[in-house]
């Protein structure tokens, strides 16, 4: 029906997560009727977020950097380490104001199903940052299984290095993802954050 060109643009935009078959086709649509200079400015900033963007050294936060700039920010708490599954995860964690500490970054969380096991996550990298500095290290995975696991067994690790650990509390409904939560749920979550034991 559409020029080989168009056609193509339609099934790359389709890969967008929720975006459909007649969304991608407007998305296609429109960018015939985008200028040129537009044109060119969208493909570059696609281009740079893939050979420009990168992992964190410290974190595994995204970064142009070696470090980025929550890690290179003097005034946050290096004592406080808070982990998530995803970068994306901080982004919804940083709207709140409230945590003034650094993060870590999983990529990820256990699932055997899947086949990910820690080895497969950025648990020996958090684990070689924990000194004894380190005061507090606050879970924060999601609220599903996957992330339950994960949390339960990152806190069995922790327990040697000797800082406090806790988790994430209510506010969150389990099955909830921290990217669709707002901000006041996740003030109180952060508010709520109980240690964890294994008995």
Not at 73 to 97: G, L
Not at 157 to 168: A, H, Y
């Amino acid at each position: 029906m559409y020029p080989k060109s168009l056609e193509d643009l339609i099934e790359y935009f389709k890969l967008l997560p929720g975006v459909g078959a007649k969304t991608a086709e407007r998305y296609a649509l429109l960018m015939l009727d985008t200028s040129e200079e537009d044109i060119q400015g969208f493909a570059k900033a696609l281009v740079d977020c893939k050979t420009k963007i990168h992992t964190c050294r410290i974190c595994g936060n995204y970064s142009e950097d070696e470090t980025c700039l929550i890690c290179q920010d003097t005034s946050r708490n290096k004592n406080e380490i808070c982990v998530v599954q995803s970068a994306k995860d901080i982004i919804a964690m940083e709207k709140t104001r409230e945590f003034t500490g650094v993060y870590h970054v999983l990529h990820g969380v256990i699932s055997p199903r899947k086949g990910i096991l820690p080895e497969d996550l950025n648990i020996s990298e958090l684990m070689n940052r924990i000194d004894e500095n380190v005061q507090e290290v606050i879970i924060a995975t999601n609220l599903t299984l996957e992330g339950e696991t994960t949390a339960l067994y990152l806190a069995k690790l922790l327990e040697e290095k000797g800082c406090l650990v806790t988790r994430i509390a209510h506010g969150l409904p389990m099955g909830g993802h921290l990217d669709y939560a707002d901000e006041l749920t996740l003030i109180k979550a952060l508010e709520g954050r109980k240690q964890m034991k294994n008995d």
